[in-house]
């Protein structure tokens, strides 16, 4: 039952900002659990609740359903959760956070723009012709993955999550506002803006495995996301994270959802430094532990974060 509940509340957050029905006169859905029965498929449980069958309604289902890796064969017997319209009426269309993907398409835009004067500008601008040949590499590699993440949510064909969407925009906005800032100033690049640049670079090539995987599974694979565990041995702490690469940015930090000794979530790979901290407080009673979140297999991370003596 708590896992139903949970799944209520998610759906109901996705209909507030990700899932939005766009035929008229419907304001889009509920979380039903069904039972799978011979010969169901996906593909058929969906038609049989007026969702149109794409790359959102698939990514609401993985949503819906975190313990799914992939959505292949079901098993009569068991049980998955699907989006239903509140309302009767036609077939529904999905829109997954339709207003992120409009972003990452002026991103894209703005990003062409500032980057092709770059090349003409003196090595000196960037500190030597090395660092400039790293900075203009990574930036061509942040182009490639905006046009094939735009490509892919055109297509929509694929089911990218809502999360690794945003995460996407974040960083690349991070970098379109970096390049707008020197472009201004007329500056020479310093460490931090060209380790910005090389780490959201590293960053998104972690995220661009996903359009392999899923591509590979015939887009029925889960995108690249990770059980964490964190053990932190006393009750009534909340786990905070953030990547690596903007862990002086405090709108980055994100917690874990509850409190408690020992906490779960699902993140997407990358690059995290994690700690706790009393619920409601923002100092940290743990240290601040930096690690490597990537896939391995369905195993999860265990990370201990004791608490400060």
Do not use: H
């Amino acid at each position: 039952m708590r896992a139903f509940l949970l799944r209520s509340v998610l759906l109901a957050l996705l209909c507030a900002g990700a899932l939005r029905a766009q035929e008229p006169g419907l304001s889009c859905c509920t979380a039903r659990p069904v039972t799978v029965q011979k010969g169901d498929t996906i593909d058929s449980l969906l038609q049989s609740s007026r969702i149109k069958l794409d790359g959102s309604s698939l990514a609401a289902v993985f949503a819906l359903n975190p313990e799914l890796d992939q959505l292949g064969a079901l098993r009569p017997g068991s049980t998955i959760v699907l989006p239903v319209p509140k309302d009767p009426g036609g077939v529904v269309t999905l829109g997954l956070v339709p207003e992120v993907k409009r972003d990452l398409l002026v991103v894209s835009e703005s990003l062409n723009d500032l980057v092709e004067p770059l090349g003409a500008l003196p090595a000196a601008r960037f500190g030597t012709p090395d660092e400039k040949e790293e900075i203009i590499g990574a930036l061509d590699e942040i182009r490639g993955y905006l046009d094939e993440i735009n490509l892919v949510t055109k297509e929509n064909r694929l089911p990218l999550g809502a999360e690794l969407l945003r995460q996407s925009l974040a960083e690349t906005r991070a970098v379109q506002q970096l390049l707008e800032d020197v472009t201004r100033r007329k500056k020479v690049w310093d460490r931090q803006s060209r380790a910005l640049i090389v780490g959201v670079s590293e960053d998104l090539n972690l995220k661009a495995r996903s359009f392999d995987e899923i591509r590979g599974g015939e887009g029925r694979v889960r995108w690249r996301d990770v059980d964490v565990v964190v053990d932190v041995r006393r009750s009534g702490l909340r786990v905070f994270y953030v990547n690596q690469r903007f862990k002086d940015r405090p709108d980055w930090v994100r917690p874990f959802p509850g409190v408690g000794s020992q906490l779960r979530e699902k993140l997407l790979e990358g690059d995290y430094l994690f700690w706790a901290a009393e619920n409601g407080k923002a100092t940290p009673v743990t240290e601040k532990m930096a690690v490597e979140v990537r896939k391995q297999g369905g195993k999860a991370i265990e990370i201990d974060l004791p608490v400060k003596p």
